[in-house]
């Protein structure tokens, strides 16, 4: 009798077999779980990452505009040439396979008829080699590449992309697809891009910068509101199959590109022009080391009308060397060597460099204007305290010189301020004191950021309070020991002169989308007063006496109400001689209530001149000269000034006699006429600045002689002098250099007509006066 299982034994049998189930179950679901619900996304996402294809849609880069709407910096659509070897080889030999082909049909074929058509088609169809040839001289020569080089990259093995060139024309990308039309083959391709174009070129480029070759800006305006320009790109996700091929119609979701915004600035490009040119005369003629800058902007709103430093690069081409002595340089240096490829490095730094808002300088004398100013709130010092000069001040073991070696005398702040007398200001920093000099330092923004919305500005380098005693107080208070940036001086001097308020410099104006609509806009920020508007006031009466008061020393401009402060500073920290010089001006108009301010620095100038009010201050006048008009501050004469003006001569070519005459009677020019004729057929002097009272020579009949007279010599004549000596000949001045006018002012040596050449009558001799000796610094 067989033994059966007890109910027990079948129950633990049960069980035990049901837990591995009951196992299997649990783990099943936890799977299910975990796959569907906690990592649902992530598996998702990986399956997506098989089955959809992502194409990124490129935002267009914002444009910018100058305050006119002068485009500066725009993107344009490029090309991408590019080869597959692969499929260039495919294609050619399709073209030998149909050529045996048609060779075929021509030998079975008895048609006379079919086989003329045959032959000809034969004929048109080119070989693999033919077409090669015809293909890899095209591309050299519409690409300047060389025909090796492109001979070589069509024909690789191992790759199914490979460049030809970047950033080219539409007009060589469709003559490209055109000629591969012709020759019936595959594989080149021209894949649209964008580059950053500036189509001023050199234009403002310190202030814009540059874009990398990704497009990013990495320099300047380009750099600071990169978010704003580059947009977000957008993507179109379509269906792939699983060799990686769109299957058409099956999925697909666009997301538009959103492109950039646009910079609408404050600068204006014709400013901005006017100061790069005399920027770049005033280098040719003082031969700076270290380069100059200059900022014209509004006292009152911060905004920033031109900002330039010297030897601007051309951000379309940002990697090529702008210093023509260092492009030479590392012309003959290996380009694999260190050493070029340190000196190239230090170079592109160098000409990306915004030298107004990345470098300091000592400010010299242009800083007695925030010593005074602060002296002046704090009741420090009166309008009406004098001090004494004794051309030396003697504070602690250092004896301090004024820059003049005569006696300035007794002044007072207003005459100190015209004489720039280092001790005299010496005397008014002592006054203040260094806890008070430090604390209106502070306040004037030195000791901070300005704010400007460009990268990479820098800060002072200060004394601060805790090691400020006697010697340092007495240096700091002539504009020696600390150093600033040129936009930090130009923000305080602005304080001292637009009622004392402490402004936020703006080279933006504001910021538009692509249809034009307001993003943001950059209103006027104020960060605090830091004087009084009756301290300012004194300081703009004082800082025009010291422009009319030394009119060949300063920015004296007939007709023109203007403040100004020229500064000569010693870099001491560089040469302890203290024979290299900075070179700098500080102008403002008008002066009763200034629209317009300007500031100029030459870095270490290496000609005859040094001094700021030698080579700083005809900068200005020469910007000012052109920029006034030009933002509609006209001049304004008095009946001494209006006798002594000089007039631009018109043409008055074709005109009768007496409407000649009329015309140029009314401008208070003398006119002579040579011929019976009715009408004028030519003159002399066209187009030319003349003394007023000076003569026009009119001609009326064709085949008459002009009458010609030998130049004299003007050297070392006053403007008297010489006006009378050209007179005797019939010949007209034009005086040139801004202390024409001044005391002392005689003819330098480069009259515009060398004396002993024959001119005719009438000619305009144009010549520079200046004073031999420097009224200030």
């Known amino acids: 009798m067989t033994d059966r299982p007890s109910a027990r034994m079948k129950q633990r049998l049960n069980i035990w077999l049901s837990l591995p189930v009951a196992a299997i179950l649990i783990y099943t679901v936890a799977t299910i779980f975990s796959v569907s619900i906690k990592d649902g996304k992530r598996w998702q996402s990986l399956a997506n990452a098989q089955q959809l294809k992502s194409t990124a849609v490129s935002a267009s880069r914002g444009t910018i505009y100058d305050s006119n709407g002068t485009v500066l910096s725009q ?11 692969l499929m260039l080889k495919e294609k050619l030999d399709d073209n030998d396979k149909k050529i045996e082909e048609l060779k075929g049909y021509i030998a079975k074929e008895d048609d006379a008829s079919k086989k003329a058509t045959y032959q000809q088609r034969l004929d048109a169809t080119k070989s693999g080699d033919e077409c090669l040839d015809e ?11 060389d025909t090796n080089t492109v001979r070589e990259k069509l024909t690789k093995t191992d790759t199914q992309y490979i460049v030809l060139k970047k950033e080219v024309e539409k007009t060589v990308s469709t003559a490209i697809e055109d000629k591969l039309t012709e ?12 580059r950053r174009l500036y189509p001023q070129n050199t234009l403002a480029s310190v202030v814009l910068g540059h874009t990398d070759y990704e497009g990013n800006g990495i320099y300047g305006l380009e750099a600071y509101y990169d978010d704003y320009l580059s947009g977000i790109d957008g993507r179109i996700i379509t269906a792939k199959a699983s060799d990686g091929t769109e299957i058409p119609y099956r999925y697909k979701q666009s997301y538009d590109a959103q492109d950039g915004d646009d910079l609408n600035l404050n600068i204006d490009a014709n400013i901005q022009y006017i100061l790069e040119k005399e920027l770049a005369k005033a ?15 509004n006292p009152k709103t911060g905004q920033i009308y031109a900002m330039a430093t010297s030897d601007p690069y051309d951000p379309n081409e940002p990697a090529a060397i702008s210093d023509e002595k260092t492009a030479a340089e590392l012309a003959g240096l290996d380009e694999d060597s260190n050493d070029y490829k340190q000196k190239q490095l230090d170079a592109w730094s ?9 470098e300091t300088y000592n400010p010299g004398s242009v800083f007695k204007v925030i010593t005074g100013a602060s002296a002046l709130e704090e009741k420090a010092i009166t309008l009406n305290d004098t001090f004494g000069c004794g051309t030396q001040i003697q504070v602690e073991d250092t004896t301090f010189h004024c820059w003049s070696t005569t006696d300035h005398g007794s002044q007072d702040f207003a005459q100190a301020m015209l004489n720039s007398c280092n001790p005299v200001f010496i005397q008014i920093g002592m006054k203040l004191g260094s ?26 380098i200060s004394m601060p309070l805790s090691n400020m005693g006697p010697v340092q107080l007495a240096s700091s208070s002539f504009g020696q020991t600390n150093k600033v940036t040129p936009i930090q001086m130009i923000t305080a001097y602005s304080a001292a002169i637009n009622g004392g308020y402490l402004v936020t410099p703006q080279v933006v104006n504001s910021i538009t989308d692509e249809n034009g609509n307001i993003v943001k806009k950059m209103d006027t920020v104020v960060r605090r007063q830091v004087i009084s508007e009756d301290t300012s006031a004194s300081m703009r009466e004082i800082l025009e006496g010291v422009v009319e008061g030394q009119p060949g020393s300063n920015c004296y401009i007939k007709g023109y109400r203007i403040g100004g402060k020229s500064g000569t500073s010693q870099k001491m920290d560089e040469d302890s001689t203290g024979q290299t010089y900075v070179s700098s001006y500080c102008a403002f108009a008008p002066a009763d209530d200034p629209e317009i301010v300007m500031l100029v620095m030459v870095d270490h100038p290496t000609g005859e001149k040094f001094y700021g009010s030698q080579v700083a201050a005809p900068i200005c006048v020469n910007v000012l000269s052109d920029v006034l008009p030009y933002v509609g501050i006209f001049p304004e004469y008095d009946e001494s000034e209006l006798a002594d003006l000089q007039v631009s001569v018109p043409s008055v070519q074709y005109y009768t006699v007496e409407e000649a005459k009329k015309t140029l009677e009314d401008l208070g020019l003398e006119v002579k006429v040579k011929g019976e004729g009715d009408t004028v057929v030519k003159q002399t002097p066209v187009a030319a600045k003349i003394e007023h ?12 002689k002009e009458e010609t007279v030998t130049v004299p010599e003007l050297k070392g004549l006053t403007k008297e ?32 007509v060398g004396a002993g050449q024959s001119v005719p009558m009438g000619t305009a001799v144009s010549v520079t006066f200046a004073v031999t000796s420097v009224g200030s610094q």
Request: hydrophobic share 35%; with cysteine.
């Open 435 to 460: 806890e008070k000099f430090c604390q209106y330092y502070n306040a004037f923004g030195f000791n901070e950021l300005t704010g400007i919305d460009l990268p990479a500005e820098s800060n002072s």
């Open 283 to 297: 280098v040719e003629e003082n031969q700076p080391t270290d380069r100059a800058c200059g900022i014209i902007m």
């Open 183 to 194: 020759l019936g083959i595959d594989g080149v391709r021209c894949d649209p891009t964008t």
């Open 721 to 752: 002098q010489a006006r009378a000596t050209l007179d005797m000949y019939g010949l007209n001045l034009t005086a040139e250099g801004s202390g024409y006018e001044e005391e002392g002012a005689v003819a330098q040596s480069d009259q515009s």
């Open 350 to 358: 160098l000409q990306w460099k915004n030298k107004a808002v990345s």
């Open 693 to 704: 009272g000076g003569s026009v020579v009119l001609y009326t009949e064709a085949n008459a």
């Open 135 to 145: 293909l890899v001289e095209f591309l050299a020569l519409n690409l300047e590449i």
């Open 75 to 85: 993107s344009a659509t490029v090309y991408t040439v590019y080869a597959d070897p």
